[in-house]
């Protein structure tokens, strides 16, 4: 499928579940309300741009963290949440990306600083 081909899907996606449309123009510039953030699914995420599902995820990890009072660390543990949330939309790419990545958290937490 040529890039103009995937760009047209994505598009059309966009314009046909409501309200994603907005999803994809603040993923191109980085800017993130939990409100949104939290409705986009492992799906809608992997179409995004690689810097823009990363900053997405960043958002949603740091939300959830606080939340469990623990820390993403930039470290090894916090690669292994990365593979977690990579098998969990794997498994599920119709969930919510902040699902996987709060279960994720949720297993991970013992291993992880608190606050």
Known sequence: ???????????????????????????????????QAAYVSCREAQAMTPDARRALALFLGEHAARHHGVRIPPDERGGNLAMLVRGGCTLAPDSHLFAVIDRAIVAERDKLDKR
């Not at 059309?12 to 309300?33: F, H, K, P, V, Y």
């Open 1 to 35: 499928m040529s890039i103009t081909a995937k760009a047209a899907l994505l598009g059309a996606l966009c314009a046909t579940a409501g309200g994603l449309a907005s999803i994809a123009a603040e993923a191109q510039t980085q800017t993130w309300r939990f409100d």
